[in-house]
């Protein structure tokens, strides 16, 4: 089971530092926020928040977005099974105004963006492939 330690998230096996912490929200905000994204949430499996940054203008509601959000990606990962998939790892929702955009980034984490009409798709996700491979060597360090 993991220690306990003050200013860490642990998680079953595993625990990140604040330095780690810091070090995913930075690669959030360079990557993400400062090229148009609204907000983006890391969380776990269970919808639980490991980092999050917006850019100042957003009024969502993060916790029920990723309470949501990991139910949403439970019950495509289901259908995934139905249809002969083992997963389907990346999701987009387009609203008229604001769109969501879901990644796996391992087996315990998923990316949640929310971004608008001034980020073109294909920039989108070439930015988020590019935080996820930054946040998983992070992981992959502890």
Same mark, same amino acid.
């Given at each position: !089971?993991?220690? $306990? @330690?003050?200013?860490?998230?642990?998680?079953?096996?595993?625990?990140?530092?604040?330095?780690?912490?810091? @070090? *995913? @929200?930075?690669?959030?905000?360079?990557?993400?926020? &400062? #090229?148009?994204?609204?907000?983006?949430?890391?969380?776990?499996?269970?919808? #639980?928040? *490991?980092?999050?940054?917006? #850019?100042?203008?957003?009024?969502?509601?993060? $916790?029920?977005?990723?309470?949501?959000?990991?139910?949403?990606?439970?019950?495509?990962?289901? !259908?995934?099974?139905?249809?002969?998939?083992?997963?389907?790892?990346?999701?987009?929702?387009?609203?008229?105004?604001? &769109?969501? $955009? =879901?990644?796996?980034? #391992?087996? @315990?984490?998923?990316?949640?963006?929310? =971004?608008?009409?001034?980020?073109?798709?294909?920039?989108?996700? !070439?930015?988020?492939?590019?935080?996820?491979?930054?946040?998983?060597? *992070?992981?992959?360090? =502890?």
């Amino acid at each position: !089971m993991a220690s $306990y @330690e003050e200013n860490s998230v642990s998680f079953t096996e595993n625990s990140l530092d604040q330095r780690q912490l810091e @070090e *995913i @929200e930075r690669i959030l905000h360079s990557d993400l926020i &400062s #090229n148009g994204v609204h907000c983006v949430l890391l969380i776990d499996l269970a919808g #639980n928040i *490991i980092a999050k940054d917006d #850019n100042g203008a957003s009024r969502i509601d993060m $916790y029920s977005l990723a309470a949501l959000s990991a139910a949403n990606f439970g019950a495509v990962e289901a !259908m995934a099974k139905i249809v002969g998939e083992e997963e389907f790892a990346l999701l987009f929702h387009k609203g008229e105004s604001e &769109s969501l $955009y =879901f990644g796996k980034v #391992n087996n @315990e984490l998923l990316i949640i963006t929310v =971004f608008g009409k001034e980020i073109s798709l294909g920039l989108l996700r !070439m930015k988020v492939a590019d935080a996820m491979e930054h946040i998983r060597k *992070i992981w992959r360090k =502890f």
